[in-house]
């Protein structure tokens, strides 16, 4: 099984006249997506009786549901407040996600800043290890944890930091968000041998069940010296990654990810387009 989605709502949703995000599930099962990622990007401020609703409408339309978490968790932070914070929005989040049937939520681990990347990855390894025993403590331990691969090159998160922040509960998947990784590696994500090396590390530092159902982000992007600077749509081809390859890469290795596409106002449509390239090369086995 294989699910492809948007991050978010598209400018399309809204232009078609609808407002609320659990309209969203019917649109995208119209659409022939199978998967949505709720965004709490600026902080967990929806009410319960919305996250309920999605969820209750996912179901009747087959949606899997997964949530990302506030942008500004900083799992490494060196402020103790900072880090005691970063887990309590896990847990808003992790509360959220129950509620509404999400089985995965979606985390930035944080930044490198005045610190050392070996300290910071140390300080993340605690914080992360706090909240999934508070999680565990709350009932939330079927909610799959996913540290994403981040972008900037002053941010915690390149895909050997997130494999060892994996390493702390065999529950925890990586959330491989391949523009990050294409920024990182300054457009280093071109061909079908570049995207099964990740998978193989990922396969390497933890198993081949979680190798086999990563959680994937996917768009084209924009980057600099520094990294990342802008998602971009898929129709903007002056910038990359391509998704044949990865497509490619997935079916030679016989992946079950979920794929969620990040472009810019156009998630849902790219996400799609995804969705026919992956069943162009299916077809063409």
């Known amino acids: 099984m294989i699910w492809f989605g948007p991050a978010g709502n598209s400018n399309s949703f809204y232009d078609q006249g609808f407002s609320h995000s659990w309209q969203m599930p019917e649109w995208l099962s119209e659409m022939g997506l199978n998967t949505y990622e709720y965004q709490c990007n600026k902080g967990v401020n929806l009410k319960d009786e919305t996250a309920r609703k999605i969820g209750e409408k996912a179901k009747e339309a087959n949606i899997r549901l997964s949530v990302h978490a506030?942008?500004?968790i900083n799992l490494s932070s060196a402020e103790q407040e900072k880090r005691d914070n970063s887990v309590k929005y896990i847990m808003?989040?992790?509360?959220?996600?129950?509620?509404?049937?999400?089985?995965?939520i979606v985390v930035h681990p944080g930044y490198v800043s005045k610190i050392t990347r070996k300290t910071a990855v140390e300080l993340?390894?605690?914080?992360?290890?706090?909240a999934i025993k508070e999680a565990d403590d709350a009932g939330y331990s079927d909610i799959t944890i996913c540290p994403e691969v981040l972008g900037k090159n002053n941010q915690l998160g390149s895909l050997s930091e997130v494999l060892e922040l994996c390493d702390l509960d065999e529950r925890l998947i990586p959330c491989l968000d391949f523009a990050h990784l294409h920024s990182l590696t300054q457009g280093g994500m071109n061909s079908q041998e570049d995207f099964i090396k990740v998978f193989d590390t990922v396969k390497k530092h933890l198993g081949e069940e979680r190798a086999r159902k990563p959680h994937i982000h996917f768009s084209r992007v924009e980057f600099g010296k520094g990294g990342e600077k802008k998602h971009w749509s898929y129709a903007d081809t002056k910038y990359g990654p391509d998704f044949d390859p990865l497509a490619k890469a997935i079916i030679a290795l016989d992946l079950e990810p979920v794929i969620i596409c990040e472009s810019r106002g156009t998630m849902a449509e790219d996400a799609l387009t995804l969705k026919e390239i992956y069943l162009k090369h299916l077809n063409n086995l």
Do not use: Q, S, W
């Open 70 to 72: 506030p942008y500004y």
């Open 92 to 104: 808003d989040t992790l509360r959220v996600a129950m509620i509404m049937g999400a089985n995965r």
């Open 124 to 130: 993340a390894k605690a914080t992360l290890l706090e």
